[in-house]
């Protein structure tokens, strides 16, 4: 049966850009000498014998980086910077990835097999090795897998004339397949990115071409291998007599430029259908740190549809074997040359413009052909015609070492965010970083709302916040975040709360004033986090003084608690199933005078620190100065414009948060055993499993107990941040997330 022209019977409101994605990154790991690394395996990686996103490829120094389905392109190179960023990070922070397809000067004793633990598949590259040698195995590229919608697939079946979805199905991957082998060379001109092999590498001297790897000094099989398109039946037996005469050890060492995938093998095909196709000729981007750009993504999708928009091919074999000679042409031509005159690009160009016009795509997609168009017109805007000018004495190592450590210093920076979510809460990054780098399945089921799956095998953790899991019962983070029930259900069990009262209205509570006038008191909301609506007051406060804080609380609440100020320091105990894993001391918002500088340009001064940012997107949080800061300013007798004698501290708010920007301290180390464990009891007596305990405490020298605990609990936090205790102002810092982490998946 014909596909020709079944996507032109589609109707322009068809969903012709649904589909999914997944790409697979090589590199290989290099040395402070700038030779590829001989040290294994990252150990912080975890086990390769289930990783699902960061792996071994060929050799030990060689990872290869494995994204999940995406359901776009930007999601999926979304993944692949958080994988890489994992990845780099959790090497020796004296290595690097290599940014070029071709590697540096090496030898084939520098290249280490991968210590596996399957013996079938170290056999297997050992296989390789004495087949095509270790070198070739050390040439890295991207892999890019593509399959179309169901939605999409299901509407073209339904204006085919076809009756079966799977016989369809197959037939519309193989023509894809077969039309990109045809039009391969496009990619290769436009995206061939492995122009030189550094010196004896290669045994003959073919000069600066567009791309070793995608020509036949690539990844080719043996010339007696010949694998036909031309049916999948065809392809099929093809691949077994291959096998069965030794020709290929295994079905995978068919090196072909695409694959088709989605069974275990290819008869499997005829029976269970081709599920995705993998396009395997992308070379590495050195000018990427992700080494493949949005712009490549979208372009070869766009192109990937209009081979289908092209006519079926006539003579396949015919066809596809002068489409592989022009290929090798044009991979082994000079950067800077334009194609042969045998290669006509106008009608895979005109196609991907239909394809624009018919479904109404927008300026993004005319943009992309516009580009490919330009290039066309001159080789030196390609991705080999730029790396080519990168050229050093016939060498471009220099250029290698540069790009790599370029993108490895970019991995280091804010090493607190995992790149590409840092608009998620910093304690979320956290966690998916760690859940990557345990080697644990992730997905984000709701990004706004911080709400991951993770999972092993069959079992499934739901985590929310970071540290809301099903370790805690339902009604417990309730508890905690009601401040009247946490202090009920202390005070009952014997532990020591401030006293106070709850307000419903203001009126109330400003009748409340003739007891408290006298006193230190603390306002805040009934029901608040990050200390939002506190404040505190050490001395005594006048009626407006009081009336401001009153307004300030009930903007975040509809009741709001009046205590007694308790003297003394504030710390963050955070307790982990019944243990007390970090302590921190939480100085609150502050700035100290230069004798030149006013408190507002002071606090713009302090909020340059690059550990500072806004919405818990930072270890610390930026200074501001509104309500709550211009009273407690007030209260000193000062304003924004006061210019603070050297060395004066000064304080902008009463509450030590470090989300209304305060300082923190790591003090898990200094704090005695006595106190974290009276922390961990309170925690137990509440139910937590996971929360913070905020404990004032005057000397926190002396010994606490229950009978004479010499310190006040405030508060009890069911979302506590554990980027504060991870990345402290002061200190070498505590990471709660691993170990959250390692309590719900005990297996591995």
Known sequence: MNLSNVFQKLSPNTPILQATFGLERESLRINTEGRVAQTPHPEKLGSRSFHPYIQTDYSEPQLELI????????????????????????????????????????????????????????????????????????????????????DLTQQLFEVSDYDDLLTFKNALYLKLAQNFLCYRWLLTYLYGASPLAEKGFL????????????????????????????????????????VGSGQLSSEKEFYSAIRLRGAKT??????????????????????????????TLDTTHLFALALLWLDDMEQVDEELAVA?????????????????????????????????????????????????????????????????????????????????????????????????????????????????????????????????????GDHVEYIKNSNM????????????????????????????????????????????????????????????????????????????????????????????????????????FFILDGKCEAVVLRVAANVVGDGSSSIRELVEKKNQDPLRGRDHRSPLEIINLGDIELLMLEQQGYTPDTVLPKGSQTF???????????DSIDMTDQMGESYKQLAADMATAMGAWACGVDLIIPDYTKPASKELPNCTCIELNFNPAMYLHAYTYVGSGQRITPKILRKLFGEI
């Open 67 to 150: 994204t999940p389905v995406a359901q776009s392109t930007t999601e999926a190179r979304r993944f692949l910077g958080a994988i890489t960023d994992v990845a780099i990070r959790s090497m020796d922070k004296s290595e690097y990835l290599w940014p070029l397809s071709m590697p540096p000067v090496i030898v084939e004793e520098e290249i280490q097999i991968a210590q596996l633990e399957s013996d079938y598949e170290y056999q297997y590259r050992v296989g390789l090795a004495e087949r095509y040698g270790k070198l070739l195995q050390s040439i890295s590229g991207i892999h890019y897998n593509f399959e179309l919608g169901k």
């Open 203 to 242: 045994t003959d001297e073919i000069g600066c071409v567009r791309s070793i790897r995608n020509s036949n000094y690539g990844y080719v099989n043996a010339p007696d291998v010949h694998i036909s398109f031309s049916s999948l039946e065809q392809y099929v037996t093809d691949i077994e007599n291959a």
């Open 266 to 295: 290819s008869r499997d095909f005829l029976t269970k259908g081709i599920s995705y196709l993998e396009f395997r000729n992308f070379d590495l981007n050195p000018f990427e740190p992700l080494a493949i750009s949005q712009e």
């Open 324 to 456: 592989a000679t022009l290929n090798n042409q044009i991979a082994l031509s000079h950067p800077h040359t334009p194609l042969p005159k045998e290669a006509d690009p106008k009608p895979i160009v005109t196609a991907m413009k239909d394809i624009v016009a018919h479904f109404g795509l927008d300026d993004y997609y005319s943009q992309l052909i516009t580009k490919v168009e330009a290039s066309l017109l001159d080789p030196r805007l390609t991705l080999s015609g730029k790396i080519a000018e990168q050229v050093e004495e016939g060498s471009l190592e220099k250029f290698g070492q540069q790009q790599g450590q370029a993108f490895h210093d970019y991995a280091w920076t804010a090493p607190y965010a995992l790149k590409g979510y840092e608009n998620m809460e910093l304690s979320t990054q956290m966690i998916l970083f760690d859940a990557i780098q345990l080697g644990l399945n992730v997905e984000i089921l709701d990004e706004e709302d911080q709400f991951l799956k993770l999972w092993h």
């Open 469 to 572: 899991t099903s370790k805690d019962n339902y009604v417990i983070p309730l508890a905690m975040a009601n401040k009247v029930v946490t202090k009920k259900i202390l005070d009952k069990a014997g532990f020591p709360v401030p006293a106070g009262a709850e307000f419903a209205n203001k009126d109330d509570a400003l009748r409340y004033y003739g007891q408290i006038a006298n006193s230190a008191i603390v306002v805040k909301p009934k029901s608040t986090n990050f200390g939002l609506g506190i404040s505190i007051f050490q001395e005594s406060t006048s009626l407006s003084g009081y009336e401001k804080a009153l307004d300030i609380a009930f903007s975040e609440d509809s009741h709001v608690l009046v205590e007694e100020f308790v003297a003394g320091t504030e710390y963050r």
């Open 652 to 662: 902008l708010r009463g509450n030590s948060n470090i989300s209304t920007g305060g």
